[in-house]
T-cell receptor, first 115, second 112 residues
Framework: KAGVTQTPRYLIKTRGQQVTLSCSPISGHRSVSWYQQTPGQGLQFLFE???????NKGNFPGRFSGRQFSNSRSEMNVSTLELGDSALYLC??????????????FGSGTRLTVV | GDSVTQMEGPVTLSEEACLTINCTYTATGYPSLFWYVQYPGEGLQLLLKATKADDKGSNKGFEATYRKETTSFHLEKGSVQVSDSAVYFC???????????FGKGTMLLVSP
């Protein structure tokens, strides 16, 4: 059974550019969540999607957005990149939403470096 | 708001030593509690979880007990191995929400 796949694994972008990250959940999983991991702030929740609808959103500026497709694959986009956006972005998938009974499986992440 | 506090690392141990990583939480409602582990260059793996008071989660020799009276969920292992070297995260989620709130993480370094 394939795990959660995140692409690309590594990315280098220049300040002011935008970037799109992709996440393919485990087959059959309908919920996808995104987290940002930095040395200073640790792991912070970005947003959660379930059945193509955003269910929850963390405390991030509007430059951070996401979407989910009908096949449950998800993308997140960051516009007007800042140096502080350099981080490991983790995606997690789950069968359902609204509680942790389903459990989450994390991908290996996309390492974004903004220069 | 909800928060998780865990001991700062790194925790440095010799192989076969006992491990305890402290974790305390603040949450509204009755949270579920988790320990995740992150190996270098990888994502997070669920190590164990507990969903109600006095529950004990266990996996791969690691254990943690949900203590509501002390709002704690300390991670323990009786004999660590070099392969246990990783960063360990304590986390919680509140009922009805899928969002995980993480602690800052504790790095464990085990030497032969």
């Amino acid at each position: 059974k394939a795990g959660v796949t995140q692409t690309p694994r590594y990315l280098i972008k220049t300040r002011g550019q935008q970037v799109t990250l992709s996440c393919s959940p485990i087959s059959g999983h309908r919920s996808v969540s995104w987290y940002q991991q930095t040395p200073g702030q640790g792991l912070q929740f970005l947003f959660e999607y379930f059945s193509e609808t955003q269910r929850n959103k963390g405390n991030f500026p509007g430059r951070f957005s996401g979407r989910q497709f009908s096949n449950s694959r998800s993308e997140m986009n960051v516009s007007t990149l800042e140096l502080g956006d350099s981080a490991l972005y983790l995606c997690a998938s789950s069968l359902g939403t609204g509680g942790m009974n389903y459990g989450y499986t994390f991908g290996s992440g996309t390492r974004l470096t903004v220069v | 708001g909800d928060s998780v506090t865990q001991m700062e690392g790194p925790v440095t141990l010799s192989e076969e030593a006992c491990l305890t990583i402290n974790c305390t939480y603040t949450a509204t409602g009755y949270p579920s509690l988790f320990w995740y582990v992150q190996y270098p260059g990888e994502g997070l793996q669920l190590l164990l979880k507990a969903t109600k008071a006095d529950d004990k989660g266990s996996n791969k020799g690691f254990e943690a007990t949900y203590r509501k009276e002390t709002t704690s969920f300390h991670l323990e292992k009786g004999s660590v191995q070099v392969s246990d070297s990783a960063v360990y995260f304590c986390a919680l989620s509140v009922p009805g929400y899928s969002t995980l709130t993480f602690g800052k993480g504790t790095m464990l370094l085990v030497s032969p």
